[in-house]
DNA sequence: TGGAAAACATTCCATTCGGCATGTAAGTTC
DNA sequence: GAACTTACATGCCGAATGGAATGTTTTCCA
């Protein structure tokens, strides 16, 4: 290239026409896209195959980089729970918007729980989650997070039917869970999809057979 | 030590001492030893961190008696999952003795359920199994094998109570399991056991109730 | 504007992994 | 009891891993 303006040097150029990114821009461009990889490598590849250089290399970051950022690799793990977490959270609340209220709302929350807790995302969470039962570090990690998303959801759901009981909320949005989470792990190898939705749907009835009787 | 018999080679004198063991019984063995380490090793470590070296220390087998019988380590994890199956079926097999029929049923099969799917055995399970979501050797190694404990479990409760409609019971049936896993996935974290029994509780109830309106 | 600090890149290393090759001992068969 | 097969043991290798060390660039701030 010949350079016919000697008076500006060329990085600073370059800095200009592209944008002053600032310290703070850089670092948190460089973060999320780590645990985004992460997150990537958790679902495609499962824990026991995500290794810190497929990280960086999905993440366009060089191992320097992702050392600076995430001393070592649980650090880079626990920090991919919370950011794991909070996609799953938004997603929730986003389809949250338009779920009616009354006894229609069992219906639609089942399903909500279920997109929610056994979408593309939760096959990272599995991953994480089953890896924290012989991993003292991640397990106390999620343990606080998960929590915190688990009781959020539900308060989301009581905030949508004030009319009922408390305990018939809890318990209805628990037991999907858990049942949303089983039946995650069955979706995950390639259980038969046309029985989990019946099974589904039977729930639906159940559940809705409980709320009609506790409501009154 | 001063041989005296000379007639006798002192192999052979050892081996009848000892007793002879066969061929089918030594490979019986060492194979067993190693399918019970894997186990232990899933258990304990869970699969990231379980490697054939740990299995054969924890086995007390050289590694070329595990290759020798394994050839790698996938053909390995395989057998293990088959191993693993065939202990929890009679775990179940042998707790389903003092089952009681008609409506307890409802109630203590849920407890079997729960005691077969998410014991001590359970763990390992959940490690395969998560594994096996991106590792399709190993999903094509657990698919029959658990479709058939599933399967052979429904089948033993269709037994007991011939009264109740079929559809009622495989509905109840997977519903118990699919729960069950989920609750054993949050057992496995130290999720808090006192709301899960109290969950376990509920679904009892609520089975029984689904149980009862079919039945009539 | 010049130096400090933060962000990023490159290279290297000790360890561990799964698997192979080769050798020895025990059991089987004729 | 000798050939043969099966079971078991030892040592080694290339590959990959997580992490440390060191060097370079970019932004910040006084």
Redesign the pocket.
């Known amino acids: 290239m010949t350079a016919t303006k000697p008076t500006q040097p060329d990085?600073l150029a370059r800095?200009r026409e592209r944008g002053?990114?600032?310290?703070?821009e850089?670092?948190e461009?460089?973060r999320t896209a780590l645990l985004d990889a992460t997150i990537d490598c958790l679902t495609e590849l499962g824990y026991a195959r995500?290794?810190?250089?497929?990280i960086c290399a999905r993440a366009g970051?060089?191992?320097?980089?992702q050392?600076?950022?995430f001393?070592?690799?649980?650090e880079l793990m626990a920090a991919a729970v919370e950011h794991l977490t909070n996609r799953i959270q938004a997603e929730i609340l986003a389809a949250s918007g338009d779920l009616p209220e009354g006894p229609e709302l069992v219906e639609q929350g089942i399903d909500l729980i279920w997109q929610g807790f056994a979408g593309t995302l939760s096959a990272a969470v599995m991953e994480l989650w089953v890896t924290a039962r012989t991993d003292a570090e991640l397990a106390a990690a999620i343990k606080p997070v998960d929590k915190a998303l688990g009781r959020s959801t539900l308060e989301l759901f009581q905030t949508l039917a004030p009319e009922m009981p408390q305990r018939t909320m809890e318990t209805l949005y628990w037991l999907t869970v858990n049942l949303t989470r089983g039946l995650a792990l069955d979706a995950q190898i390639g259980g038969d999809a046309a029985r989990r939705n019946q099974l589904l749907t039977e729930w639906k009835r159940i559940a809705l057979a409980v709320y009609r009787d506790d409501v009154t």
């Open positions: 990085a800095t002053h990114r600032t310290q703070a850089r670092r461009r460089t995500t290794s810190v250089q497929e970051v060089s191992k320097g980089a050392q600076h950022h001393a070592t690799k649980a």
